[in-house]
T-cell receptor, first 113, second 114 residues
Framework: AQSVSQHNHHVILSEAASLELGCNYS??????LFWYVQYPGQHLQLLLK??????LVKGIKGFEAEFIKSKFSFNLRKPSVQWSDTAEYFC???????????FGKGTRLHILP | NAGVTQTPKFQVLKTGQSMTLQCAQD?????MYWYRQDPGMGLRLIYY???????DKGEVPNGYNVSRLNKREFSLRLESAAPSQTSVYFC?????????????FGNGTRLTVT
């Protein structure tokens, strides 16, 4: 069965710091990978996705993620965070020919002004 | 363009009561999903429907039933609510023609079972 593990449950950073949030998955086949963001009081929105090709994908708001197949990882990065990045971030996975989409437990990011 | 619409937004039930959460999407999407969100647990998939007429269990289906009424609508029913079902419920849809389509979420239903 597929699963997603996000190791950082709560991250606190100062503005302009660099960010890396970890995501590891388990699945017996090729996958599609997603990062979603949930701002306070809102529903989830897509940040970026990977399904094939260049393992370094760029998303909205300056976020990027790198798919490392050998490590089953899809870590989210941003070189310089802003206060407005305060939110909860979720990694998600589905098999490349599967509709079942599973989420990790999320990482709550708090940016200090 | 309404996207994914969930009703109601808030609901309080007593243990043992039943209710149906409604979800409709106007994007002509094939796949629809129900998730529950609990603090520290992320989003857990309850049921999903890959296409009209099909439904499949997710990670936490016990205590729930679903109906894919047509392509637009996907309802979630609690037959006998329990306090453990207190949660925020999100409906989502996806075009899913290539399986890598992103999810579009509704605004959620906050359910409290006393």
């Amino acid at each position: 069965a597929q699963s997603v593990s996000q190791h950082n449950h709560h991250v606190i950073l100062s503005e302009a710091a660099s960010l890396e949030l970890g995501c590891n998955y388990s699945y017996g086949g090729t996958v599609n990978l997603f990062w979603y963001v949930q701002y306070p009081g809102q529903h989830l929105q897509l940040l970026l996705k990977y399904f094939s090709g260049d393992p370094l994908v760029k998303g909205i708001k300056g976020f990027e993620a790198e798919f490392i197949k050998s490590k089953f990882s899809f870590n989210l990065r941003k070189p310089s965070v802003q206060w407005s990045d305060t939110a909860e971030y979720f990694c998600a996975v589905n098999g490349s020919r599967d509709d079942k989409i599973i989420f990790g437990k999320g990482t709550r990011l708090h940016i200090l002004p | 363009n309404a996207g994914v619409t969930q009703t109601p937004k808030f609901q309080v039930l007593k243990t043992g009561q039943s209710m149906t959460l409604q979800c409709a999407q106007d994007m002509n999407h094939n796949s629809m999903y129900w998730y529950r969100q609990d603090p520290g647990m992320g989003l857990r998939l309850i049921y999903y429907s890959a296409s009209e007429g099909t439904t499949d269990k997710g990670e936490v289906p016990n205590g729930y039933n679903v109906s894919r009424l047509n392509k637009r609508e996907f309802s979630l029913r609690l037959e006998s609510a329990a306090p453990s079902q207190t949660s925020v419920y999100f409906c989502a849809s996806s075009e899913a023609t290539e399986y890598n389509s992103p999810l579009h979420f509704g605004n959620g239903t906050r359910l409290t079972v006393t």
